[in-house]
């Protein structure tokens, strides 16, 4: 039950920040000499590369559109690293395990990225930034609470992911009028450049 849980907080966290959740699995492994946290992760080369893409995502994260650009090539990246970081938690070896945590893993990544991308579309509609700004650190924040939780309390952690994401896609069907304008708004800002 705990990889399950562990790939489900870490799938959850894999759709909002990618890069940041690699970082933080990886610091983690290798500054509390934590089991279960892939080798590849704790590697010097690894973290520096994913710091350096979690603090680009970041800083683009919270400027309106371009946050929604992000997120449209994030598409591609997200929900392959959660696949990726499942069946790795898993053990990757070919067994039906691992197969069936990188499912999980991808999987839930790809929901919450679409939900993150859909209530993001919607916020960049507002006509100041700071709303922008506070949906991006409040991901921020979630992504680190969630992450740093599901190392010690695996279960409680996806618990709360489940949460975070039941409550995120409430949002994004509640805003789907706002979704919709944020899409055009974000075209015509594509068309502009």
Known sequence: MDVVALTFASGWASGINAY??????GLIGRLGGVAGIPEGFQRTDVLVIMGVLAVIEFFADKIPYLDSAWDG??????????????ALLAGASGDLLPMTMGALGGVTALVSHVAKSGVRL?????????SNIGASL???????TVVSLAIAYP?????????????????AVLLLAQIRRGFIAFRAWLARR
């Open 138 to 144: 409040a991901g921020d924040a979630a992504l680190i």
């Open 122 to 130: 919607a916020v960049n509609t507002s006509p100041e930034p700071l």
């Open 155 to 171: 279960v409680q952690a996806a618990i709360l992911a489940a949460v975070l994401l039941i409550g995120t896609l409430t949002l």
């Open 20 to 25: 940041a959740t690699v970082f933080l699995l």
């Open 73 to 86: 090539i994030s598409t591609f990246i997200r929900p392959v690293a959660g696949a990726l970081i499942g």
